[in-house]
Protein backbone atom coordinates (compact mmCIF):
# COMPACT_ATOMS: atom_id res chain seq x y z
CA UNK A 1 0.00 0.00 0.00
CA UNK A 2 1.97 2.97 -1.04
CA UNK A 3 -0.89 5.72 0.55
CA UNK A 4 -0.49 7.98 3.37
CA UNK A 5 0.12 5.98 6.74
CA UNK A 6 -0.83 7.09 9.67
CA UNK A 7 -0.16 5.55 13.16
CA UNK A 8 -1.37 4.87 15.87
CA UNK A 9 -5.26 4.97 14.69
CA UNK A 10 -5.74 5.05 18.40
CA UNK A 11 -4.11 6.73 21.07
CA UNK A 12 -5.27 7.04 24.82
CA UNK A 13 -3.43 9.18 27.12
CA UNK A 14 -4.20 10.42 30.73
CA UNK A 15 -3.32 14.07 31.52
CA UNK A 16 0.02 15.29 31.41
CA UNK A 17 1.30 12.66 29.04
CA UNK A 18 2.80 12.96 26.14
CA UNK A 19 1.34 11.63 22.60
CA UNK A 20 3.51 11.25 19.26
CA UNK A 21 1.48 10.77 15.74
CA UNK A 22 3.81 9.34 13.09
CA UNK A 23 2.74 9.81 9.37
CA UNK A 24 4.50 8.01 6.48
CA UNK A 25 3.91 9.97 3.60
CA UNK A 26 3.38 8.54 -0.16
CA UNK A 27 5.93 7.48 -2.02
CA UNK A 28 7.71 10.22 -4.05
CA UNK A 29 5.93 12.93 -1.51
CA UNK A 30 8.00 15.37 0.25
CA UNK A 31 5.18 18.09 1.45
CA UNK A 32 3.39 16.81 4.85
CA UNK A 33 0.73 18.41 6.14
CA UNK A 34 -1.15 17.92 9.65
CA UNK A 35 -4.64 18.87 10.69
CA UNK A 36 -6.63 18.55 13.75
CA UNK A 37 -10.50 17.76 13.38
CA UNK A 38 -12.43 17.96 16.65
CA UNK A 39 -15.72 16.38 16.81
CA UNK A 40 -18.37 17.55 14.48
CA UNK A 41 -15.88 20.32 13.06
CA UNK A 42 -14.02 21.04 9.71
CA UNK A 43 -10.12 20.63 9.55
CA UNK A 44 -8.13 23.02 10.97
CA UNK A 45 -4.84 23.32 9.66
CA UNK A 46 -1.97 22.65 11.89
CA UNK A 47 1.40 22.84 10.44
CA UNK A 48 3.07 22.51 7.06
CA UNK A 49 6.48 20.62 6.33
CA UNK A 50 9.09 19.65 3.42
CA UNK A 51 12.09 17.22 4.25
CA UNK A 52 13.73 18.63 7.01
CA UNK A 53 12.21 22.21 7.42
CA UNK A 54 8.92 23.86 8.90
CA UNK A 55 7.45 25.62 6.39
CA UNK A 56 4.46 26.69 7.67
CA UNK A 57 3.56 26.29 11.53
CA UNK A 58 0.77 29.02 11.62
CA UNK A 59 -1.82 27.02 12.76
CA UNK A 60 -0.05 25.23 15.61
CA UNK A 61 -0.55 25.92 19.04
CA UNK A 62 2.73 27.78 20.59
CA UNK A 63 2.97 25.76 23.46
CA UNK A 64 3.20 21.47 23.62
CA UNK A 65 2.75 21.20 20.41
CA UNK A 66 5.52 20.40 17.86
CA UNK A 67 6.31 18.75 14.09
CA UNK A 68 9.19 17.89 12.47
CA UNK A 69 10.07 15.56 9.07
CA UNK A 70 13.67 14.57 9.30
CA UNK A 71 15.73 13.56 6.23
CA UNK A 72 14.72 9.68 7.17
CA UNK A 73 11.72 8.16 8.76
CA UNK A 74 8.11 9.26 8.98
CA UNK A 75 6.48 13.29 10.59
CA UNK A 76 6.02 13.37 14.38
CA UNK A 77 3.33 15.47 15.47
CA UNK A 78 4.79 15.76 19.59
CA UNK A 79 1.80 16.86 21.79
CA UNK A 80 3.54 17.02 25.25
CA UNK A 81 1.77 17.23 28.29
CA UNK A 82 -1.93 16.21 26.79
CA UNK A 83 -5.20 18.27 28.01
CA UNK A 84 -8.51 17.13 27.74
CA UNK A 85 -9.10 19.61 25.07
CA UNK A 86 -6.83 17.70 23.06
CA UNK A 87 -8.66 14.76 22.06
CA UNK A 88 -9.09 15.44 18.42
CA UNK A 89 -8.75 13.25 15.37
CA UNK A 90 -5.24 14.34 13.92
CA UNK A 91 -5.13 14.02 9.66
CA UNK A 92 -1.93 13.96 7.67
CA UNK A 93 -1.70 14.53 4.40
CA UNK A 94 0.86 14.77 2.06
CA UNK A 95 1.68 15.92 -1.56
CA UNK A 96 3.94 16.24 -4.53
CA UNK A 97 4.54 19.89 -4.98
CA UNK A 98 7.71 20.72 -5.90
CA UNK A 99 9.20 24.53 -5.39
CA UNK A 100 8.76 25.99 -8.39
CA UNK A 101 6.56 23.96 -10.52
CA UNK A 102 3.30 23.67 -11.02
CA UNK A 103 1.51 21.24 -9.43
CA UNK A 104 -2.21 19.96 -8.78
CA UNK A 105 -2.39 21.01 -5.23
CA UNK A 106 -4.36 17.66 -3.97
CA UNK A 107 -3.67 16.31 -0.82
CA UNK A 108 -3.57 12.45 0.00
CA UNK A 109 -4.90 12.10 3.34
CA UNK A 110 -4.07 9.08 6.04
CA UNK A 111 -7.07 7.79 7.80
CA UNK A 112 -6.56 9.88 10.67
CA UNK A 113 -4.78 9.42 14.74
CA UNK A 114 -7.69 9.79 16.98
CA UNK A 115 -6.74 10.81 20.39
CA UNK A 116 -8.49 10.43 23.58
CA UNK A 117 -7.46 12.39 26.78
CA UNK A 118 -8.61 10.94 29.66
CA UNK B 1 -5.50 35.55 4.20
CA UNK B 2 -7.82 32.90 2.15
CA UNK B 3 -11.05 31.85 3.90
CA UNK B 4 -13.31 29.45 2.71
CA UNK B 5 -16.79 29.50 3.54
CA UNK B 6 -20.22 26.98 3.77
CA UNK B 7 -23.09 28.26 4.54
CA UNK B 8 -25.08 25.01 5.05
CA UNK B 9 -24.46 23.14 7.88
CA UNK B 10 -26.73 20.14 6.91
CA UNK B 11 -28.53 19.23 4.02
CA UNK B 12 -30.19 16.01 2.72
CA UNK B 13 -31.46 14.71 -0.22
CA UNK B 14 -33.61 11.72 -1.79
CA UNK B 15 -32.21 8.91 -3.19
CA UNK B 16 -31.51 9.29 -7.14
CA UNK B 17 -32.16 13.15 -6.75
CA UNK B 18 -29.93 15.82 -7.61
CA UNK B 19 -28.34 17.91 -4.96
CA UNK B 20 -25.84 21.72 -4.84
CA UNK B 21 -23.57 22.05 -2.01
CA UNK B 22 -22.19 25.65 -1.72
CA UNK B 23 -19.14 26.90 -1.24
CA UNK B 24 -17.28 30.48 -1.32
CA UNK B 25 -13.67 31.75 -1.05
CA UNK B 26 -11.99 34.92 -0.39
CA UNK B 27 -8.34 35.60 -2.04
CA UNK B 28 -6.14 37.74 -3.91
CA UNK B 29 -4.19 35.60 -5.65
CA UNK B 30 -5.37 35.07 -9.54
CA UNK B 31 -4.17 31.27 -10.15
CA UNK B 32 -5.32 28.93 -7.40
CA UNK B 33 -6.79 25.57 -7.14
CA UNK B 34 -10.20 24.16 -5.19
CA UNK B 35 -11.46 21.25 -4.78
CA UNK B 36 -14.33 19.21 -2.82
CA UNK B 37 -13.45 16.22 -0.55
CA UNK B 38 -15.69 13.83 0.81
CA UNK B 39 -15.64 11.99 4.52
CA UNK B 40 -18.20 9.09 5.06
CA UNK B 41 -18.72 7.99 8.64
CA UNK B 42 -15.39 6.29 8.18
CA UNK B 43 -13.62 9.41 8.54
CA UNK B 44 -11.53 8.83 5.55
CA UNK B 45 -10.69 12.06 3.50
CA UNK B 46 -11.14 11.51 -0.59
CA UNK B 47 -11.22 13.88 -3.12
CA UNK B 48 -14.09 14.31 -5.25
CA UNK B 49 -13.20 16.31 -7.50
CA UNK B 50 -10.78 19.57 -8.62
CA UNK B 51 -10.90 22.61 -10.36
CA UNK B 52 -8.14 24.79 -11.52
CA UNK B 53 -8.93 28.25 -11.34
CA UNK B 54 -7.20 29.44 -14.86
CA UNK B 55 -9.34 27.02 -16.77
CA UNK B 56 -13.13 28.33 -17.46
CA UNK B 57 -14.43 24.94 -18.42
CA UNK B 58 -16.34 23.35 -15.13
CA UNK B 59 -14.61 20.25 -14.01
CA UNK B 60 -16.96 16.62 -13.89
CA UNK B 61 -16.33 13.04 -12.39
CA UNK B 62 -19.00 10.93 -13.21
CA UNK B 63 -22.16 12.03 -10.60
CA UNK B 64 -20.32 15.21 -9.67
CA UNK B 65 -19.47 18.42 -11.14
CA UNK B 66 -19.25 21.93 -10.23
CA UNK B 67 -20.41 25.47 -11.23
CA UNK B 68 -17.12 27.68 -10.88
CA UNK B 69 -17.68 31.60 -10.95
CA UNK B 70 -14.30 32.69 -10.67
CA UNK B 71 -15.57 36.42 -10.42
CA UNK B 72 -18.21 35.33 -7.43
CA UNK B 73 -15.61 33.75 -5.80
CA UNK B 74 -17.81 30.92 -5.66
CA UNK B 75 -17.74 26.52 -5.98
CA UNK B 76 -20.50 24.80 -5.62
CA UNK B 77 -20.83 20.68 -5.55
CA UNK B 78 -23.51 19.23 -7.59
CA UNK B 79 -24.09 15.70 -7.35
CA UNK B 80 -26.71 13.86 -9.68
CA UNK B 81 -28.49 10.72 -8.86
CA UNK B 82 -27.94 10.90 -5.57
CA UNK B 83 -26.89 7.36 -3.77
CA UNK B 84 -27.04 6.41 -0.38
CA UNK B 85 -22.89 5.77 -0.18
CA UNK B 86 -22.86 9.37 -0.82
CA UNK B 87 -23.81 10.33 2.51
CA UNK B 88 -20.71 11.85 4.38
CA UNK B 89 -19.33 15.39 4.98
CA UNK B 90 -18.45 17.43 2.20
CA UNK B 91 -15.60 19.76 2.59
CA UNK B 92 -14.10 22.56 0.10
CA UNK B 93 -10.70 23.34 0.07
CA UNK B 94 -8.78 25.94 -1.59
CA UNK B 95 -4.78 25.97 -2.09
CA UNK B 96 -3.01 29.02 -4.08
CA UNK B 97 -0.70 28.98 -6.73
CA UNK B 98 2.11 29.80 -4.29
CA UNK B 99 1.57 26.46 -3.12
CA UNK B 100 1.45 27.17 0.70
CA UNK B 101 -1.41 25.49 3.23
CA UNK B 102 -4.74 23.90 2.17
CA UNK B 103 -7.69 26.17 3.83
CA UNK B 104 -10.84 24.13 4.37
CA UNK B 105 -14.24 25.17 5.02
CA UNK B 106 -16.41 24.00 7.97
CA UNK B 107 -18.15 21.38 5.96
CA UNK B 108 -21.75 20.13 5.03
CA UNK B 109 -23.33 17.33 6.40
CA UNK B 110 -24.93 15.71 3.79
CA UNK B 111 -27.84 13.24 4.20
CA UNK B 112 -29.41 10.91 1.53
CA UNK B 113 -32.99 9.35 2.43
CA UNK B 114 -33.75 6.48 1.06
Known amino acids: NAGVMQNPRHLVRRRGQEARLRCSPM?????VYWYRQLPEEGLKFMVYLQKENIIDESGMPKERFSAEFPKEGPSILRIQQVVRGDSAAYFC????????????????FGEGSRLTVL | AQTVTQSQPEMSVQEAETVTLSCTYD???????LFWYKQPPSRQMILVIRQEAYKQQNATENRFSVNFQKAAKSFSLKISDSQLGDTAMYFCAFVGASYDKVIFGPGTSLSVIP
Open chain 1, 27 to 31: KGHSH
Open chain 2, 27 to 33: TSESNYY
Open chain 1, 93 to 108: ASSSLLAGERGTGELF
